[in-house]
């Protein structure tokens, strides 16, 4: 199983990125999948998540009307673009996996840094 994230990097203050993140080794389409990320003194957060097949999407507040959460269930990939991105965005950010309807079943992945400054 891997979740290998792209996409990260150093961005100005209003900028925009675009994250990405290949999925292998599992039944991808059958796994909701998320993005958290974790500040440096902060504990890891939820910031969006897009479920397996209804497609229906969850933002944290903190990022609603900025990102944006996509997934392509032929290419096995989840995206997160991210716009007017803020100082406080900054952090590792980290694609996870967790099997739908109940499932147990997790992944996570290796993370990817965003650093927004000026």
């Known amino acids: 199983v891997q979740l290998v994230e792209s996409g990260g990097g150093l961005v100005q203050p209003g900028g925009s990125l675009r994250l990405s993140c290949a999925a292998s080794?599992?039944?991808?389409?059958?796994?909701?999948m998320s993005w958290y990320r974790q500040a440096p003194g902060k504990e890891r957060e939820l910031v969006a998540r897009?479920?397996?097949?209804?497609?229906?999407?969850t933002y944290a507040d903190s990022v609603k009307g900025r990102f944006t959460i996509s997934r392509d269930n032929t290419r096995n990939t989840v995206n997160l673009q991210m716009s007017s991105l803020k100082l406080e965005d900054t952090a590792v950010y980290y694609c996870?996996?967790?099997?739908?309807?109940?499932?147990?079943?997790?992944?996570w992945g290796q993370g990817t840094q965003v650093i927004v400054s000026s």
């Open positions: 080794g599992f039944s991808f389409s059958h796994y909701d």
């Open positions: 897009i479920n397996s097949y209804t497609f229906i999407t």
């Open positions: 996870y996996a967790r099997e739908a309807w109940g499932g147990k079943l997790d992944y």
